[in-house]
C-alpha cells in the first residue's frame, strides 16, 4: 500500500469518526485527501471497499504489535498473552475504531458485516492458538470452548464496569483475575460443548491467508537499493532479510528479532509504507508456516 492510498484511508477514518459512516459521502473522503475521484475509485471500489482496508489495517497493526512482543520470550508465558490481548484493545481504542465498528456490525450492510464477522473470527482464532501455546496440546480439543469463556467473560466485566464506575477499565487486571480461574477449570476439562462447530465454521469463512514468500522477496529486491540512499544500516537488514528467505530452512528467530529494527530504519523517510508493507507480510508468512 503506497502512503497516498494509507494517507486517504487515514482521512477516510477520521470523517467516519466526526460525522458518521452513513453521512459521509466519497465525495467528502475525495474533497479532504485533496485527490480526484478517478484516484479514489483507483484505490477502492466504493466506500464500503475502503472502510474495509481501515478494519485489515487495524489488524495488520495489531498484529505487528502482538508478534514484537513475544520477541525473546517463551509462547507458553500467560503474561505476554496478557499483554497482546491488551495492546489490540488499546490499538482499537485509541484509533477509535471500537465504536465504528460495533455500529457498522448492527447495520443491514452485507460487505461490512461479512467483514466484521471475518475480523471477529480470526481474532477469535488467534486467541485460541495462543491460549493451547499456554496451556498445551490437552486444550485443543476445548480450545475454542474456552475462547469464548474468556471473550464472554472480558465483555461482560467491561461494560458492567462502564455502568458502575467512571474510572477507566483495567483490562490487564481483569484478564489476570479471569486466566486464575481457567487456570483452576482447565485442568477438570473432559468434553467440550460446541469447539468442533466452532472449528467448522472458520472453514467455511476464513481460510489461510497464504502469503507468499515470492512476493516478499520481489519487494525485498526492489526496496535494496533504496534502502542504500537512507541508511547502511536499512542496507544491510535488507539484505539480510533477503539472504535468509531464499533459503529452504531460514533462521526464523533471527528474522523475527530484527523486524522491528528493519521496519524502524525506514521511519520518516520516503520509503516507510514500503517496509511497513513488507514487515506486516512477513509477520503474516511467518505466523502461517511457523506456527
Known amino acids: 500500500m503506497n502512503a497516498r492510498k494509507r494517507r486517504v484511508i487515514q482521512v477516510a477514518l477520521q470523517l467516519f469518526l466526526e460525522r458518521g459512516y452513513v453521512?459521509?459521502?466519497?465525495?467528502?473522503?475525495?474533497?479532504?485527501?485533496?485527490?480526484?475521484?478517478?484516484?479514489?475509485?483507483?484505490?477502492?471500489?466504493?466506500?464500503?471497499?475502503?472502510?474495509?482496508?481501515?478494519?485489515?489495517?487495524?489488524r495488520e497493526q495489531t498484529m505487528v504489535k502482538r508478534n514484537e512482543l513475544?520477541?525473546?520470550?517463551?509462547?507458553?508465558d500467560i503474561n505476554v498473552l496478557i499483554e497482546q490481548i491488551v495492546v489490540g484493545i488499546q490499538l482499537n481504542y485509541n484509533q477509535s475504531l471500537l465504536p465504528l465498528l460495533e455500529n457498522v456490525f448492527q447495520s443491514g450492510n452485507h460487505d461490512l458485516k461479512s467483514a466484521m464477522r471475518n475480523y471477529h473470527l480470526r481474532e477469535i482464532k488467534w486467541l485460541a492458538t495462543r491460549l493451547v501455546d499456554v496451556y498445551g496440546q490437552q486444550l485443543k480439543p476445548f480450545k475454542y470452548d474456552v475462547t469464548m469463556m474468556l471473550f464472554g467473560s472480558l465483555q461482560s466485566f467491561q461494560k458492567m464496569w462502564r455502568a458502575v464506575t467512571q474510572e477507566p477499565f483495567n483490562v490487564a487486571a481483569a484478564l489476570t483475575f479471569l486466566f486464575a480461574q481457567l487456570d483452576r477449570i482447565i485442568p477438570h476439562l473432559d468434553d467440550g460443548f460446541m469447539s468442533k462447530e466452532i472449528s467448522s465454521y472458520m472453514v467455511q469463512y476464513i481460510a489461510a491467508e497464504h502469503i507468499s514468500k515470492e512476493g516478499i522477496l520481489t519487494e525485498l529486491q526492489e526496496l535494496l537499493p533504496l534502502a542504500q540512499k537512507i541508511s547502511k544500516e536499512s542496507y544491510e537488514l535488507t539484505a539480510f532479510l533477503l539472504e535468509e528467505l531464499v533459503k529452504d530452512e531460514p533462521n526464523i528467530t533471527i528474522i523475527r528479532a530484527i523486524l522491528p529494527s528493519f521496519s524502524g530504519t525506514f521511519a520518516t523517510t520516503a520509503y516507510t509504507e514500503e517496509a511497513i508493507n513488507i514487515t506486516s507480510s512477513l509477520w503474516r508468512y511467518l505466523e502461517e508456516k511457523f506456527n
Request: charged share 25%; net charge negative.
Open 70 to 76: 513475544l520477541l525473546g520470550k517463551q509462547r507458553s
Open 23 to 58: 453521512q459521509t459521502s466519497i465525495q467528502d473522503i475525495i474533497e479532504h485527501a485533496e485527490i480526484s475521484k478517478g484516484t479514489f475509485y483507483n484505490y477502492f471500489s466504493s466506500k464500503d471497499d475502503c472502510l474495509i482496508a481501515i478494519i485489515e489495517i487495524g
